[in-house]
């Protein structure tokens, strides 16, 4: 009968769910899904991470190139490029081609949120100035969606970065050539990473964290915020229903609440190569 | 540096016949109808199947089902960072993409399914040699778990030979020193629905290359008969 009504009338019976305060995968309306981060797991890439939450995971490659600055950017910087891929093995609505508008504005919003948390100090990826910089070509591939990928694919980038092990590169300036060992290889050193927390919002005053996919279908507005250490570093609610201040402020402490339960995972990560299950 | 040293060892290890060691699971991912995870040594591949469900117009036939495929290959998988794919990859993804849907149409029973499609996507995730072989068999463990009906396993490896010696399950490196025969075996009928090298060869060696393949494929067969009872096995328990 639940089955029926699911594919009938599927507002109606979330709505019914959410009179009870429980959701259809049993969790509390402010519980996240069961978050689990894996770092190292591809040893091509120079510094990996899968990311799990529920059925939703991200895994996140960085490839780091040597590449001459731009004549009109600085010279003492290198540059962060993240990809992520929505392809069609995530979910049966996306097609193969090319890549969709919610991919491109996911990747920019991951490059948004890393310079806005200031985390990664781009003189960092500096080897010569005006010579030789670091590229650091993130590339995240969704590999389930079941809602919430911007999340989830932000934790995948963050631990990917805090598991990236840079080669050791000298520039020779009487020969003009680079030297590269890849076998020393040195951490980077990263400020507060970017960690977000994404609410659905029913009925104008009902807030759910961490919407799975059938919940973020049916959802009237959705509200992302994203916090480095104590600083909010974006609050994005494109569009939807409207929503008063009120209940603003407890999608604000809702998600502070959150990425706090996501930075103690990503720190748990940090020391082991793999780490437990985390809430 | 030796691929094949005199002892008869390879750079891992191995001795000429030994496959690498596989890992592999299926049903990873339950939002799919059926998904397959399969590591054969240092390359790790994760095959999806949505379907079978309502074919788009444009492939819809009458009397069978469309099998769509697609490989993709993780621009961090490969030692040099692979070129971005841009719609549906490069040439090389769309022509193994075609492949793996040559090989599974020969497998999959399309007759029961008119009117529907079957999508396969394929991901590799790193890459290190026997890549399309390494495909083939997460296509096919992907297939099981989605239940569709299939009239055999498509097992694959790829073969070659050194110094006379033939060699099964080549790496990335043994790949660049050596041609590389995929070959791809229907157990239960003993038949190839597959065979590609595209490297010179001797053609006097061409039968010998092809008995190793087939045992090195029979060997695979084996590791992913034992998978899918256990899993199998492992669902029918919690139930």
């Known amino acids: 009968m639940a089955a029926d009504m699911r594919a009938i009338q599927p507002e109606s019976l979330y709505k019914l769910h959410l009179e009870c305060e429980e959701r259809p995968d049993g969790r509390k309306l402010d519980a996240a899904r069961t978050t689990v981060v894996t770092r190292g797991g591809i040893t091509t890439a120079d510094g990996s991470a899968f990311c799990r939450s529920g059925h939703t995971s991200v895994l996140c490659g960085i490839k780091a190139e040597v590449c001459t600055p731009a004549t009109d950017a600085p010279p003492d910087r290198g540059w962060v490029v993240p990809n992520l891929e929505l392809p069609a093995l995530c979910h049966h609505r996306f097609r193969p081609g090319p890549p969709s508008e919610a991919a491109q504005t996911a990747s920019a919003q991951l490059l948004q949120l890393l310079d806005a948390s200031g985390a990664l100090d781009r003189t960092q990826l500096c080897i010569e100035a005006g010579q030789a910089v670091w590229v650091l070509y993130c590339d995240l591939i969704c590999l389930s969606h079941d809602g919430n990928v911007l999340d989830v694919a932000l934790l995948a980038l963050s631990a990917a970065l805090t598991d990236l092990r840079l080669p050791s590169a000298e520039w020779d300036a009487t020969e003009e050539r680079l030297r590269v060992k890849p076998a020393q290889r040195t951490p980077l050193k990263l400020g507060p990473l970017p960690l977000a927390a994404t609410l659905a919002v029913f009925d104008k005053e009902t807030l759910v964290l961490d919407p799975a996919g059938d919940e973020e279908m049916l959802c009237e507005a959705s509200v992302t915020v994203a916090w480095a250490g104590d600083s909010m570093v974006l609050l994005d609610k494109t569009g939807g229903c409207e929503l008063s201040l009120e209940a603003m402020d407890r999608c604000i402490a809702l998600s502070k609440k959150r990425s706090l339960e996501l930075k103690k995972l990503l720190d748990c990560c940090t020391q082991s190569g793999e780490v437990e299950k985390g809430e | ?239």
Not at chain 2, 15 to 33: K, Q, S, T
Not at chain 2, 121 to 143: S, W
């Open chain 2, 1 to 239: 540096m030796e691929l094949l040293s005199d002892q008869g060892l390879r750079v891992d290890g191995r001795r000429a016949h030994e496959l690498r060691n596989v890992e592999c699971r299926l049903g990873v991912f339950g939002r799919a109808d059926g998904s397959a995870y399969l590591e054969q040594g240092n390359t790790r591949v994760l095959a999806t199947v949505y379907g079978p469900h309502e074919a788009r117009a444009a492939q819809r036939r009458h009397d069978v089902a469309s099998i769509n495929c697609q490989y993709r290959q993780a621009v961090f998988s490969g030692w040099e960072r692979g070129r971005r794919a841009g719609g549906g990859g490069d040439r090389r993804a769309q022509e193994l993409g075609a492949l793996l849907q040559n090989t599974l149409e020969s497998v999959v029973l399309v007759e029961l399914y008119p009117r529907s499609q079957i999508d396969v996507y394929v991901q590799v995730l790193q890459a290190d040699g026997g890549t399309y072989a390494t495909c083939v068999n997460a296509a096919t463990l992907a297939l099981i778990d989605a239940g569709v009906a299939l009239r055999d396993y498509v097992c694959a490896c790829s073969a070659s030979v050194l110094r006379d010696q033939p060699l099964v399950d080549l790496n990335s490196l043994e790949t660049s020193g050596a041609p590389e025969l995929t070959a791809a075996l229907l157990p239960r009928s003993g038949r190839l629905p597959l065979l590609e090298m595209s490297q010179r060869f001797h053609v006097d060696k061409l039968g010998e290359l092809l008995d190793v393949a087939e045992t090195a494929c029979r060997d695979v067969h084996t590791i992913l008969n034992r998978a899918v009872r256990r899993h199998v096995s492992a669902r029918s328990s919690e139930k």
